[in-house]
Structures are given as structure tokens and as C-alpha cells.
């Protein structure tokens, strides 16, 4: 299954931030929205990090309570991995297990068009291994 079908199934909507935004506006937007991550973009709308709760969590752990009025941008993942919509779910997985990272921005022709979550691939892995077995059984029985 590729990322665009994927995509197609789930929505392409993207929660994205702002660099300037402190980690505490950008606590407040992963809890009221329940996700893990944000992908930050700049002033023209291009991907420049991507702010996941682990790293506001080392953050608040180096610097205490103080790092919540920091932007978001002195603690986000500035060289973030991405992926385009012909790549499929075993590449995904590749990068997400080498990178160890749970989101991976989907770029196409240098624009954000969506977000693939660790959740999005272990959902189309189980359902290819379902349909799998569903087809052994009935080569089996047939």
C-alpha cells in the first residue's frame, strides 16, 4: 500500500505550527487535538521541524518549567525525515525504525500533503496480513 492510498483513507488534514509558538501553546494543541506530533512550518509554508511530546518532555526535563515559555523552535527536530506519496508501508517502517520516530511530514513537490503516524502503518500491516491469511483460507478450502 502506498502513502497516497493511505492518505486517501485517512484525510490529509495536518495540525501545523509555527516556529515562534512556545511549547506550552504547543502542549495545549497536542493534547485538545490527541496527537503526538506537530510539523512546524516557517514564513512560506515549508516544513522546517517537527515537535513531537518526547521533545517537549527532554526539554522540560533539561530546563524545568521555564522551557514551556520557550518557541517551540529551540527544541523541535530540525532535520525531519519525510516521506512522498509513492513510497510504500515497508519503506515507511524502514525510516520510522532507523530514524526512531512516530510521524513522518508526506512532501510532494515541496508542500506538506499530509502526516503518516507509526498508528497509520501498523493498521495497514495488520490489515495486509489479515487479508493474507482470509486468502490462504480460501486457496486452502477452495
Do not use: W
Amino acid at each position: 500500500m502506498s502513502v497516497s492510498a493511505i492518505l486517501a483513507a485517512k484525510g490529509r488534514d495536518v495540525f501545523t505550527a509555527s516556529a515562534d509558538m512556545t511549547l506550552q501553546e504547543i502542549s495545549k494543541v497536542l493534547s485538545a487535538k490527541k496527537i503526538g506530533a506537530t510539523v512546524v512550518l516557517d514564513n512560506a509554508g515549508k516544513v522546517c521541524g517537527i515537535a513531537s511530546e518526547r521533545d517537549i518532555v527532554r526539554e522540560v526535563a533539561k530546563s524545568g518549567a521555564d522551557a514551556l515559555s520557550q518557541p517551540i523552535s529551540s527544541c523541535m527536530t530540525q532535520k525531519v525525515i519525510s516521506c512522498g506519496e509513492t513510497e510504500t508501508v515497508d519503506d515507511l517502517m524502514e525510516k520510522m525504525t532507523k530514524g526512531r520516530f512516530r510521524h513522518l511530514p508526506v512532501i510532494s513537490d515541496g508542500r506538506l500533503t499530509g502526516l503518516i503516524s507509526i498508528g497509520d502503518v501498523v493498521k495497514r500491516k495488520i490489515q495486509k496480513a489479515e487479508q493474507e491469511a482470509e486468502e490462504m483460507k480460501r486457496y486452502i478450502a477452495g
